[in-house]
C-alpha cells in the first residue's frame, strides 16, 4: 500500500491524469500478478531486455494520447529478439503519424502471455455519483463490447460478491470450460477481483480503471494463473 501511493503520488506530478502500462506496478503493489516487462526509451534497450526475456515478446507504445493502443498499430505481438530494435523504431513512428505531438514515455517490452489456453476477461472500477466505485467484470474482446455481458458489484467486494460476478455473466460457461477447452482458474480471477477493489477503495482519487484484458488462464500446479497484460486509469 505504501509502495501504490508512492506510484500514485509520483504520477500526480504529471499534467496529465490519464495512465496506462507505466501504471503496472501499481498492479504489482497490490499483489495482481503482471506478465515480466520493462519501458524503455531506446532499441538498444528494448534489445536487452528482450534478451532477458524467455521467448519472443510484445511490444507497446507507452503515451497518454493513445488510449487504444492497437487502433494505431501500437502493439506488435510475437516480436522475435532480432526485431526488436527495429519494431522500436516502427511504434515510435506510428504514434508519431498518429499524432505529430504526441507525448512518448517510451515502449514496453513485456513477456507473451499464451492465449491459445487462456480466455480474456475485463476487470475494471468506475466511480458512479450515485453508487460509489463499481467494479465490473466480463470477459473481453468482442464479448465486452458487443454483448454488453458484464457484471458489477460496489466495491468493496466480498469474496463471495465477486464468485458471484463469474458466475451470473452469460459467457460463464467459456471460464469453466467449453468445447474441449480446459476450465481457467476461476478461484484467481475471483482474488483478483478482490485485490482490485482494495486498491480503488484505498485511493479514492482513482477516478477510472480498467485491467484489459486480464488473461485467465487454465490451473498449472503451482504456476501464475492470471496474467494483467494491460491497463488503463484515471486519476483525481
Ligand atoms: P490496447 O488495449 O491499448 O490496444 P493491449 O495491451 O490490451 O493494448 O494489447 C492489445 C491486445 O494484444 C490484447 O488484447 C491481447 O490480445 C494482445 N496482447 C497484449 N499484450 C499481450 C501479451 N503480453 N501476451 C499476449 N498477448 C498480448
Ligand atoms: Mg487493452
Keep these: 500500500r ?10 500526480r506530478d504529471r499534467d496529465d491524469n490519464r495512465l496506462g502500462v507505466e501504471a503496472m506496478e501499481l498492479l504489482d503493489a497490490y499483489g495482481i500478478e503482471t506478465p515480466a516487462g520493462e519501458i524503455v526509451d531506446s532499441p538498444a534497450r528494448a534489445s536487452e531486455v528482450a534478451a532477458g526475456i524467455d521467448g519472443d515478446v510484445v ?19 510475437g516480436v522475435a529478439d ?4 527495429d519494431t522500436y ?24 502471455v499464451d492465449l491459445d489456453d487462456g480466455v480474456e476477461t475485463i476487470v475494471g472500477m468506475n466511480r458512479d455519483p450515485q453508487f460509489g466505485p463499481l467494479v465490473m467484470f466480463g470477459l473481453g474482446g468482442i464479448f465486452v463490447e458487443v454483448m454488453e ?65 486480464l488473461v485467465a488462464l487454465p490451473d498449472a500446479d503451482g504456476g501464475t494463473n492470471v496474467a494483467a497484460v494491460d491497463v488503463r486509469l484515471t486519476v483525481d
Excluded: C, W
Aim: no cysteine; net charge negative; proline share 7%.
Design 2 to 11: 505504501e509502495r501504490a501511493r508512492e506510484i500514485l503520488s509520483s504520477v
Design 59 to 77: 511490444m507497446k507504445i507507452v503515451s497518454p494520447d493513445v488510449l487504444h493502443k492497437s487502433d494505431i498499430g501500437g502493439v506488435a505481438v
Design 149 to 213: 455481458d458484464t457484471a458489477f458489484r460496489v466495491a468493496p467486494v466480498s469474496e463471495p460478491e465477486a464468485r458471484e460476478m463469474t458466475e451470473e455473466i452469460r459467457s460463464a460457461p467459456l471460464l469453466r470450460g467449453a468445447r474441449g477447452r480446459d476450465p481457467v482458474d476461476v478461484d484467481a480471477v475471483i482474488e483478483t477481483i478482490g485485490r482490485l477493489s482494495q486498491l480503488v477503495t484505498d485511493f479514492p482519487a482513482i477516478l477510472e480503471l480498467d485491467i484489459n484484458p
Design 89 to 112: 523504431e516502427d511504434l515510435i513512428t506510428r504514434a508519431r503519424n498518429y499524432q505529430p505531438d504526441a507525448t512518448i514515455l517510451g515502449v514496453q517490452v513485456q513477456e507473451m
Design 82 to 85: 532480432a526485431d526488436v530494435a
